[in-house]
């Protein structure tokens, strides 16, 4: 089966970047959406196709692809950021697919 | 305003059914997919599977295939997910979400909590 390998976790403190990996097993990678959830609260997305920023998603929101992996990069991180990110695209059969999820933490 | 509303907390005992909602409004119902993720307690997300209410066209994730069942009533605006005989290991948060072809789950609902114990 299709899988989306994240780090676990990433620590950084306030004002440094962050960026969390996100893996596949397999090509051919379609698009890529990476979404925030809080906790005790439902996933919000952060980006879209790979590297697009949805309206109201602070600009220290990027993305980017290379090969079979995609980034998330937060710039001048917040405390606010502090959450669970995910990853999630398709297989080549369109099952849609969760990467396993990496817990920012800000120091 | 877009929003998904799913229906309220569930608690029941293994073995028996439950069907939990998720309605939707202030866009056309019937032109998005809607998707079902669970995410068991301090776990990560799983896709379970969409449907297209215009024509109820539904896909499951090979996970969840014969496991649950997906419906929606385009009449009401509202997406299903049901257990015909709920297991312990069932007992998990379950969130719909609207599948944007452009810009993935745009809109999420509240999410619903489903405790299955004895």
């Known amino acids: 089966s299709y899988e989306l390998t994240q780090p676990p976790s990433v620590s950084v403190s306030p004002g440094q970047t962050a960026r969390i990996t996100c893996s596949a097993d397999?090509?051919?990678?379609?698009?890529a959406y990476w979404y925030q959830q809080k906790p005790g609260q439902a996933p919000v997305l952060v980006i879209y196709?790979?590297?697009e920023r949805p309206s109201g998603i602070p600009e220290r929101f990027s993305g980017s692809s290379s090969g079979t992996t995609v980034t998330l990069t937060i710039s001048g991180v917040q405390a606010e950021d502090e959450a669970d990110y995910y990853c999630?695209?398709?297989?080549?059969?369109?099952?849609?697919?969760f990467g396993t999820g990496t817990k920012v933490t800000v120091l | 305003e877009v929003q998904l509303v799913q229906s309220g907390a569930e608690v029941k005992k293994p073995g028996e059914s439950l069907k939990i909602s998720c309605k939707g409004s202030g866009y056309s119902f019937t032109s998005y997919w809607i998707g079902w993720v669970r995410q068991m307690p301090g776990k990560g997300l799983e896709w379970m599977g969409i449907?297209?209410?215009?024509?109820?066209?539904?896909r499951y994730s090979p996970s969840f295939q014969g496991q649950v069942t997906i419906s929606a009533d385009k009449s009401i605006s509202t997406a299903y997910l049901q257990w015909s005989s709920l297991k312990a290991s069932d007992t998990a948060m379950y969130y719909c979400?609207?599948?944007?072809?452009?810009?993935?789950?745009?809109?999420w609902g509240q999410g619903t909590t489903v405790t299955v114990s004895s």
């Open positions: 979400a609207r599948v944007n072809s452009n810009y993935g789950m745009d809109v």
């Open positions: 449907i297209y209410p215009g024509d109820s066209d539904t």
């Open positions: 196709k790979d590297s």
């Open positions: 397999a090509l051919p990678k379609q698009y």
């Open positions: 999630q695209s398709a297989d080549s059969s369109g099952t849609y697919v």
